[in-house]
């Protein structure tokens, strides 16, 4: 039993060991930036098209209501010429308006109520997304000075046939004298 126990702990930290050299963390960071940005481009695009839809809608309700206002003046006039039936058509008409104009302001609501939510959101998806950009700076940062002690210590490495030479010459004259 105890082998078997010591082979499969074996067995999962090799695993282990295979998954972390896999899952870089500079490419992690990358791939995490890079799906941050795609989501605050598509939060910004929902964002604008909310905003429009928002103007639109104030648009309507403003002009419902210049309607309803010429409604009301439409039946002061139905009222004094003593035109019920003609009364009772616009009374509908100014009942619609009103209802539709209550739709709107709901819709209206919501909507402005969606915004700041949203507008929340990407705001603190930027600071985050900002975060991990200082993050893949900070290892690019390392990757470089990385690569430049590499490059120093390979330039340190490299021994020329002249230096061969002349260390064989010190090394035989050094064991003659002996």
Same mark, same amino acid.
């Given at each position: 039993?105890?082998?078997?126990?010591r082979l499969?702990?074996?067995?999962?930290?090799?695993?282990h060991?295979? =998954?972390?050299?896999?899952?870089?963390?500079?490419?992690?960071?990358? &791939?995490?930036?890079?799906?941050?940005?795609?989501e605050?481009?598509?939060?910004? &695009?929902?964002?604008?098209?909310?905003?429009?839809?928002?103007?639109?809608?104030? *648009?309507?309700?403003?002009?419902?209501?210049?309607? +309803?206002?010429?409604?009301?003046?439409?039946l002061?006039?139905?009222?004094?010429?003593?035109?019920?039936? =003609?009364?009772r058509?616009?009374?509908?008409? *100014? +009942?619609?308006?009103?209802?539709?104009? &209550?739709?709107?302001?709901?819709?209206?609501?919501?909507?402005?109520?969606?915004l700041?939510?949203?507008?929340? #959101?990407?705001?603190?998806?930027?600071? #985050?997304?900002?975060s991990?950009? &200082?993050?893949?700076e +900070?290892?690019?940062?390392?990757?470089?000075?990385?690569?430049a002690?590499?490059?120093?210590?390979?330039?340190?490495?490299?021994?020329?046939d002249?230096?061969?030479?002349?260390?064989?010459? *010190?090394?035989?004259?050094?064991?003659?004298?002996k």
């Amino acid at each position: 039993m105890a082998l078997i126990r010591r082979l499969t702990r074996l067995f999962r930290a090799d695993f282990h060991a295979v =998954l972390d050299r896999v899952e870089e963390p500079e490419i992690l960071l990358r &791939q995490s930036i890079r799906e941050m940005e795609e989501e605050l481009v598509h939060d910004e &695009q929902d964002c604008r098209r909310h905003e429009r839809e928002r103007e639109h809608l104030s *648009k309507r309700e403003s002009e419902l209501r210049q309607s +309803l206002a010429s409604l009301g003046e439409e039946l002061d006039v139905c009222f004094a010429a003593d035109k019920e039936d =003609l009364a009772r058509s616009l009374m509908r008409r *100014k +009942l619609e308006t009103e209802r539709s104009i &209550q739709l709107l302001s709901r819709r209206h609501e919501t909507l402005v109520a969606r915004l700041d939510q949203l507008s929340q #959101r990407i705001n603190e998806n930027r600071s #985050r997304y900002e975060s991990m950009r &200082q993050k893949a700076e +900070l290892f690019d940062q390392q990757d470089r000075e990385t690569d430049a002690e590499e490059a120093w210590s390979v330039a340190d490495v490299r021994i020329r046939d002249e230096d061969v030479e002349v260390a064989l010459l *010190k090394e035989r004259q050094r064991r003659a004298g002996k």
